[in-house]
């Protein structure tokens, strides 16, 4: 199984250094397409995708959240974290615990 990493080039090529599939993505058709030959090649397990091309995939996204393989997980690019990766991880935790216990408030949303 392979792990490749979707984004602006600037932000992922270092990963090819360690051996992932860089798929360069500039822009929302790019990304899209990107992640849909990747979630459909069945080779993939995991797609690392900068915070900013995620932006351009809600879809696509959502899409992945329902399957097991390939997981999806949101990077800081370049320019920085958006928060988010971390929103998604707290999101994940939510809904399978059913509290958020990373704040400490139970029972809020």
Same mark, same amino acid.
């Given at each position: 199984?392979?792990?490749?990493?979707? +984004?602006?080039?600037?932000? /992922?090529?270092? %990963?090819?250094?360690?051996?992932?599939?860089?798929?360069? &993505?500039?822009? !929302? @058709?790019?990304?899209? *397409?990107?992640? #849909?030959?990747?979630?459909?090649?069945?080779?993939? *397990?995991? /797609?690392? $995708?900068? =915070?900013?091309? !995620?932006? %351009? !995939?809600? =879809? @696509?996204? !959502? =899409?992945?959240?329902?399957?097991?393989?390939? *997981?999806?997980?949101?990077?800081?690019?370049? =320019?920085?974290?958006?928060? $988010?990766? #971390?929103?998604?991880?707290?999101?994940?935790?939510?809904? *399978?615990?059913? &509290?958020?216990? $990373?704040?400490?408030? $139970? +029972?809020?949303?």
């Amino acid at each position: 199984m392979k792990i490749a990493v979707v +984004g602006d080039y600037d932000s /992922i090529l270092g %990963f090819k250094a360690v051996g992932l599939d860089v798929c360069p &993505a500039n822009g !929302a @058709e790019e990304v899209k *397409a990107a992640l #849909k030959r990747l979630m459909n090649d069945g080779e993939t *397990a995991i /797609i690392y $995708i900068t =915070e900013q091309a !995620a932006l %351009f !995939a809600d =879809e @696509e996204i !959502a =899409e992945c959240r329902d399957r097991l393989v390939p *997981a999806l997980i949101p990077i800081p690019g370049r =320019e920085g974290s958006l928060g $988010i990766g #971390k929103q998604r991880v707290k999101s994940s935790i939510e809904r *399978a615990v059913g &509290a958020d216990i $990373i704040s400490g408030s $139970i +029972g809020e949303n």
